[in-house]
């Protein structure tokens, strides 16, 4: 499964599932939207909500027998062989506060696996797309991951630290004080810059599968990589924490540093 | 002085300022420019050092007699009647990473009162020009921030995070969790946002006169207030601390909860 021939079929697909999410969030977008919280804390508004009804919609129409699973609806046959995972609005605080850093994140997953992912930030019009065996593209074009070799070379960012337990901020901070610079966290939209060589490493932790599943193809198809903090592959099951960087001999040093003072397995 | 008549005569010279910081900054943006660390361990680029000195040159010819203070280069004649303060990159570390959030901040002070501002996003094409007296223009059309009245209700941001010691931490978080939002912080942008209703409140501290001057002039003509924590106006020798709201009543219970727990004045 998820060579390219097969999954060429879904490239025209995304980019309409993407067209639809973008209209909403544009027309949404500086518009004083009511928030509401969760009962996580999280905001959401009438945005989220309706641009996931609209791909769950969509989706259902196109693919009867896939599942879906989003950040605000119910799971629609989330034992599917073929699942879409859907996070509407990623980077809700940065919507609401009028920053066109939020984006628009879905996933096609086959047997847990994410095998497409597109990321798309509706407003600038920065859309990447990535799928197992192809190049990732950006807004059309193929893009690429810097090889930054070294830790103290590095560029990273998180957008976890209000996230991070005390082990995992340590461990962060320690990573973080090596590298060159430290940027700002944005959500989903690091991971499309990292993919395009404007970060090297991206470190987060807490994620959902709708948060990190589509982020597993754009970075891979951009030469970089991305798994857990323990070197593991993203999937459907994965604890939701995730590192990606640029190149393999950074990701070795990468994973060390993360894994350096965890406590021995029982 | 600072009536709008006198400072018509500045509106144009101002756009064409933040045309050529845009032009800079947009030849360098996302194209891996290399980047070195200040004594202070804050990053430049040469995209900095080339805003800066362009406009430089710009107001020396158009201005001989002001004064110009800049964020890279060395002052000139920083006692003058009329002053210039210019931070061509704020938010350097947003645009290392390829974010389309920097700004570039451009303040005329007279006698160290700032009277004129000009925040700018040179990607997306964002521009707010404020001047005493007259309605903040964003990309040329009036805005308003937004009257919200309690802390409750408000979105907050700060950039200072990592700048902010014990006890400005302590007093920010404490605000912090009364407010409906924390919105991620973006430096300068931030006030922007602010000038045209997306923030209620903005905190900062240990910023530079280059950093806060020319943010006064858009948040007052856009109807909101901007001081430093103890209420008192920004001026050239402020000590770093600001803090913006979108309304008075706000501004009231902000200005009380930053100096709740001050300690007494010896």
Known sequence: VSDSLELSEYTGFFHQLADQAGEIGRHYFRTGVAV???????????????????????????????????EEQEAHRPDAEWLWVIDPIDGTRAFIAGQATFVTLIALCHRGEPVMGIIDQPVVRERWLGGTGQPTLFNGKPVQAVPCKDIKNARIATTSLPYFDDHE???????????????????????????????????DASMKPYDYLALAPVVIGAGGIISDWQGKSLNIHSAGDVVATGSTILYSSVINALSYSLPATP
Chains 1, 2 share one sequence.
């Open 36 to 70: 509401e919280q969760k009962a996580d804390h999280s905001p959401v508004t009438r945005a989220d909500r309706e641009i996931e009804a609209a791909l769950h919609a969509a989706i259902r129409a196109a693919y009867p027998d896939h599942g879906i699973l989003g």
């Open 169 to 203: 901020r340590a461990v962060y901070d320690q990573l973080a004080a090596q590298c060159a610079e430290i940027a700002p966290g944005q959500d989903g939209y690091s991971y499309g810059l990292l993919a395009r060589g404007e970060l090297d490493i991206v470190v």
